[in-house]
């Protein structure tokens, strides 16, 4: 839900129930939290690249790249967007493991 809010997108009970000011507040923190504690970190594992735990489905992870490449990708990022050009790498190099079951089953980390 975090990478939805990251990216403005909310359900329409969230749209009725807050306001401009609010979701505007929303978006802001949803987006430092994925850069702080996910996609962006470091060390971040392929798993938490995505933004997911090591049981995640397969349905979940090509969801999680498809919201995080929205978000992160340089053509479809705002113009004063906070994330770095290797963002979008990570995420793509995080997908290949994560999506081919033989590579993802011993290959967790980011390389």
Do not use: I
């Not at 923190?29 to 996609?39: D, E, I, L, M, Q």
């Not at 962006?40 to 919201?67: D, F, I, S």
């Not at 978000?71 to 906070?82: G, V």
């Amino acid at each position: 839900m975090v990478l939805r809010f990251a990216l403005g997108r909310f359900s329409p009970g969230w749209q009725r129930d807050l306001g401009q000011h609010d979701r505007e507040e929303l978006v802001t923190a949803a987006r430092a939290f994925v850069s702080a504690r996910f996609a962006l970190w470091e060390r971040a594992t392929h798993y938490q690249v995505l933004c997911l735990g090591p049981g995640a489905e397969a349905e979940q992870v090509k969801e999680n790249y498809r919201l995080l490449m929205a978000l992160l990708h340089p053509d479809r990022a705002d113009q004063r967007s906070e994330w770095p050009a290797s963002g979008a790498q990570r995420v793509n190099e995080a997908y290949a493991v994560l999506s081919e079951k033989p590579r993802r089953k011993g290959n967790t980390t980011m390389g």
